[in-house]
């Protein structure tokens, strides 16, 4: 394997050119594979800007979004993507770069990115593949273009985002595209995948460029210059031609998935695909509480909780709550708190089943933690159902012991009980409870706890494999 991880990796400096060669260099039966079955997309047009994954699982999807991207025929190419390994300067553009693809060279501009004022450290690109995985495409489809990669760090301040779109507003000519090098959702499973992609869906469609910062993606920066770029030229209608995931392409599970996203932008307003999304843990002590937009640091938890409970669920780069609208873990009877998001209401009600309920429950999506509090089971179950007809969209039961089925009424979600999260150990269930457009949806995720930390339970992953959401 050493020779593949060199071709991956490897970059030569030759005359002042940093020559890249990138995934299955040589393998010409492969790529022309890809090019002549790639998939076939409609995408309307004309388009300003795009998003694509720079995952190779995908590659005749790819491949089929190039030459679908092609037929506008841009004279121009500008693709951002984020700098896995920090090696460039926060926004790096490239100069004497040429990447090494089975369809000949394809040359960074250097006078574009002059033109641009981008700062340079062509040793950045080496072994980047959120570019070199697109390279093979681009220069097969658009040989004659001119081509402009930038990488952009994580958390790169939102004020040199806002200059980079500008500059390239103003200094692309009209018929140039820029494409936004991004992969969605890590290291989940694909339920919970899925779930994260719905809130991302309902950002990018609407143009919440600010709400970008908050979703479950790999550079919320790249979307930001690409969505931010296509807004000043008028293109603020985004169309998700298709959604995927790796594990799809897999037959053993996967903990660790990652999906993938593909975007068009056009002229026009935005058409938002509306959709709020709460994570719902079982009974969790109090001092967790509610927690808006999680968003993970590279300096630290940025605020988020430290409780050692969560050190197994939170996962590799935190990512497990990172993407939903809310979370919520625990929230006392008679208490509520409300959200603005993205123009819509989202209200987390907490009830005491012992206590009359409440006359009218007001929000686009209400999430009610329907405490026990010690009434009879029976009671308090019918009790729980009740708050449907009220304006309830999800319920989730609290002190109702092992775990139970979701059941589904008047068009929401009731989940009676959520079995061992933060109590004991035991198996229970994580919930993520989508409200889009009146319907409610839900997928879980199975959870093992054990010396009272709850984990991802990979056994019953396994058995749910193929199985379609609840």
């Known amino acids: 394997m050493s020779w593949l991880l060199a071709a991956v ?3 030569q400096v030759d005359a002042g050119v940093v020559e890249v060669v990138g995934t299955y260099p040589g393998d010409e039966r492969m ?3 890809l090019v002549a079955k790639g998939e076939h997309f409609e995408i309307g047009g004309p388009v300003t800007a795009a998003v694509a994954p720079h995952h190779l699982i995908d590659g005749f999807e790819l491949a089929g979004f190039w030459q679908a991207l092609a037929t506008q025929r841009p004279s121009t190419v500008v693709l ?4 896995h390994y920090v090696k460039g300067v926060g926004v790096t553009g490239a100069r004497a770069v040429r990447w090494q693809t089975v369809f000949g060279a394809l040359d960074a501009d250097a006078a574009l990115a002059e033109q641009l004022a981008l700062a340079t450290n062509d040793l950045a690109f080496q072994g980047e593949h959120s570019v070199h995985v697109h390279a093979p495409f681009i220069r097969k489809q658009l040989p004659a273009a001119r081509f402009v990669p930038v990488l952009l760090q994580w958390e790169t301040p939102r004020d040199r985002l806002e200059a980079l779109a500008q500059r390239l507003h103003e200094t692309l000519p009209p018929d140039a595209l820029v494409v936004a090098s991004v992969d969605f959702s890590h290291y989940q499973p694909e339920p919970w995948a899925s779930f994260h992609d719905e809130a991302s869906l309902a950002t990018v469609t609407a143009f919440d460029l600010e709400g970008l910062f908050a979703r479950e993606v790999d550079s919320p920066e790249s979307l930001f210059v ?3 770029f296509a807004q000043l030229r008028g293109a603020s209608q985004a169309t998700r031609v298709l959604h995927t ?10 903990l660790d998935s990652t999906s993938h996203q593909y975007f068009v932008l056009t002229k026009g307003a935005p058409r938002p695909v ?3 999304t709460v994570a719902v843990t079982g009974d969790a002590p109090s001092t967790l509480g509610v927690v808006g937009p999680w968003r993970w640091s590279m300096t630290g938890d940025a605020g988020m909780p430290s409780n050692p409970l969560l050190s197994r669920l939170r996962g590799k ?3 497990f709550f990172m993407g939903a609208d809310t979370t919520v873990f625990s929230l006392a009877p008679g208490t509520q708190q409300t959200f603005d998001v993205r123009g ?5 009600i907490g009830v005491d089943l012992s206590k009359p309920l409440p006359a009218k429950l007001d929000g686009d999506c209400v999430v009610v933690l329907a405490h026990r509090a010690g009434v009879d089971e029976r009671a308090a179950l019918e009790r729980a159902r009740r708050l449907f007809p009220l304006g309830a969209d999800a319920v989730i039961g609290r002190d109702f012991g092992a775990l139970r089925p979701i059941e589904w009424l008047d068009g929401g979600v009731f989940a009676p009980a959520l079995g061992a999260t933060f109590s004991k150990d035991g198996r229970g269930r994580i919930l993520g409870v989508t409200c889009a457009q009146g319907q409610t949806r839900a997928r879980s995720v199975p959870i093992i706890v054990k010396d009272g930390i709850p984990r991802l339970d990979a056994t019953v992953l396994e058995a749910e494999r193929g199985l379609a959401p609840e």
């Open 344 to 348: 819509q209401s989202m209200s987390v």
């Open 226 to 228: 690409a969505l931010r």
């Open 245 to 254: 995931n790796s594990q799809r392409r897999r037959e053993s599970l996967m």
């Open 80 to 83: 951002v993507a984020p700098d």
């Open 31 to 33: 790529w022309s594979a």
């Open 9 to 11: 990796l490897a970059a």
């Open 317 to 319: 780069e935190d990512r």
């Open 274 to 276: 509306p959709a709020l």
